[in-house]
T-cell receptor, first 115, second 114 residues
């Protein structure tokens, strides 16, 4: 079945450590996105990529980094510079029309807790 | 910049009752509007979307929404709610030339009483 796979589903991290969240899609979508979800704040865009080897900052990119070396993969690294990393992270993809006009397909999310 | 407001944080309805979830947006041109649903600990699923044309759009699971330009609204409705509809609902807006981004509202948590 086509879809988006995020791993791990749950992740615990000590303060000061970097952690990488995986996102893989087999939908052949060009665009991929990372959102952060906090209770009562909806979804906020961290980074997005419209094509391989290219990505742009979203609204809350500070303390995060991404890469897009393959069409299928868009990993997110939460660095130690992110002051409040505990959150639910959602990866999404869309077809060539882009999220502004097309549907976003979401993974099931990764919950990161900083101890 | 565009924005989305969902004024109701929580809504409780009885099973079988009708439902309306409110969504207002702020954007100068005609936006592209979406409603998504999220079950606890899961990703989001698209319920319906409006791009152009008929202002009343039908979605999955018996949901519909109406685009009202004069009120900058895109409210979600369902005539008879089922217990399985309990979830969080998000309204989102996008637009051409917007860098392929969606802006989401803060969500409305729906509880269904049996």
């Amino acid at each position: 079945d086509g879809g988006i796979t995020q791993s791990p589903k749950y992740l615990f991290r000590k303060e000061g450590q970097n952690v990488t969240l995986s996102c893989e899609q087999n939908l052949n979508h060009d665009a991929m996105y990372w959102y952060r979800q906090d209770p009562g704040q909806g979804l906020r865009l961290i980074y997005y990529s419209q094509i391989v080897n290219d990505f742009q900052k979203g609204d809350i990119a500070e303390g995060y980094s991404v890469s897009r070396e393959k069409k299928e993969s868009f990993p997110l690294t939460v660095t130690s510079a992110q002051k409040n990393p505990t959150a639910f992270y959602l990866c999404a993809s869309s077809n060539g029309q882009g999220a502004g006009t097309g549907e976003l397909f979401f993974g099931e999310g990764s919950r990161l807790t900083v101890l | 910049a565009q924005s989305v407001t969902q004024p109701d944080i929580h809504i409780t309805v009885s099973e079988g009752a009708s439902l309306e979830l409110r969504c207002n947006y702020s954007y100068g041109a005609t936006p592209y509007l979406f409603w998504y649903v999220q079950s606890p600990g899961q990703g989001l699923q698209l319920l319906l979307k409006y791009f152009s044309g008929d202002t009343l759009v039908q979605g999955i699971k018996g949901f519909e929404a109406e685009f009202k330009r004069s009120q900058s609204s895109f409210n979600l409705r369902k005539p008879s709610v089922h217990w399985s509809d309990a979830a969080e609902y998000f309204c989102a807006v996008g637009f051409t030339g917007g860098g392929n981004k969606l802006t989401f509202g803060t969500g409305t948590q729906l509880k269904v009483e049996l």
